[in-house]
């Protein structure tokens, strides 16, 4: 069984391995000229399916249970598992309590707490809410760390060629936004983000602030460095990170702790990420090819889970094609 994957991005790469250590024979086609640079690459890393949950429907958190076992495996030491910390100023309690009313798996914590778990936010915020089974993850080092375990397992990257998928059995398309058009009632969203420099604030877990105009989340990379993000713009549109947004940040960040306001804006970018209109993901087929689409903002949290529907579905062929040999005789 030989099965092509298009696009190496975060849902073709955790596809591509999922079939590979399933024993199916696999190579990887991408356009460009060097894997994994598309939403991926900007994305946040958050393995959060409780507080995705308040703005998605059940079966986020559901698929998205499996995820933090699932990269702990598939990418060793580099899952930090010490939850996610939610707050709001005062003024915006309300915020708080409706995130709460629209999800589970959080208890709540007061200002002492919040000190206790982020010792930088002490006196920042009377209460909050704590999500101790979550996780994050640097999505660049996942990435790299998948495409190397991808290439000691022997499978084949074809970047930046055409590859003649006749020689396959199946094609498992990956390709995100770029199937917009194809893909019926597929559409992109825009998301943005920066990274924030400074030695003067230290977080130990992502840390969402709810805001009524634009929630924000701050994640923790290396030490001194922090990836900030939020925006979810209904557009196509890839170029560069809006004056609006950029503000936005900045102010969101500043209310989070006064010392970003000091700190280097060391790159910005952005993504276009693929949505259904219920923003769920689907493994749909068309003839040989399986679609894997509409992550929406969750490709590192559900792209686990919709690659285990496709190895399912390659396997079936499998077990298919191992009858009819059987039927004709030529198998044995």
């Not at 930046?160 to 917009?180: I, Q, S």
């Amino acid at each position: 069984m030989r099965v092509l994957v298009r696009g190496t991005g975060v849902a073709g790469l955790t596809a591509a391995f999922e079939l590979a250590r399933s024993g199916v024979t696999v190579e990887m086609s991408e356009r460009n000229a060097e894997p994994s640079r598309g939403a991926s690459f900007y994305a946040g890393g958050m393995l959060a399916p409780w507080c995705e949950r308040e703005s998605a429907e059940d079966a986020v958190l559901a698929l998205g249970q499996v995820a933090l076992d699932w990269w702990e495996e598939a990418t060793p030491g580099l899952v930090v598992r010490n939850g996610t910390l939610v707050v709001a100023p005062a003024r915006d309690k309300a915020e708080l309590l409706r995130f709460a009313s629209r999800t589970c798996g959080y208890r709540w914590v007061d200002e002492g707490e919040i000190a206790a778990l982020e010792p930088d936010l002490a006196g920042r915020f009377r209460s909050g809410l704590y999500f101790p089974g979550e996780g994050h993850l640097d999505p660049r080092l996942a990435l790299q760390s998948l495409h190397q375990r991808l290439c000691a397992m022997g499978v084949r990257f074809h970047l930046g060629v055409l590859v003649d998928e006749r020689r396959f059995d199946r094609v498992v398309d990956c390709t995100g936004p770029a199937a917009v058009g194809t893909l019926s009632s597929l559409r992109g969203v825009r998301g943005e983000m920066l990274y924030l420099a400074t030695r003067e604030v230290s977080l130990s877990r992502p840390v969402r602030l709810l805001h009524p105009r634009i929630p924000l989340y701050i994640v923790p990379r290396e030490p001194g460095r922090f990836m900030v993000g939020a925006t979810m713009i209904e557009t196509e549109d890839t170029g560069a990170i809006s004056a609006r947004s950029m503000m936005e940040f900045l102010n969101a960040a500043y209310a989070v702790h006064p010392a970003f306001a000091e700190a280097e804006i060391i790159e910005t970018g952005t993504g276009v990420r693929p949505a259904y209109p219920d923003n769920l993901p689907k493994v749909t087929e068309d003839g040989r090819t399986i679609f894997i689409n509409g992550a929406h903002r969750h490709g590192f949290l559900l792209s686990p889970a919709m690659a285990g529907q496709a190895v399912r579905i390659v396997r079936q062929t499998l077990s298919y094609k191992e009858q009819d040999h059987e039927t004709s005789g030529e198998w044995r």
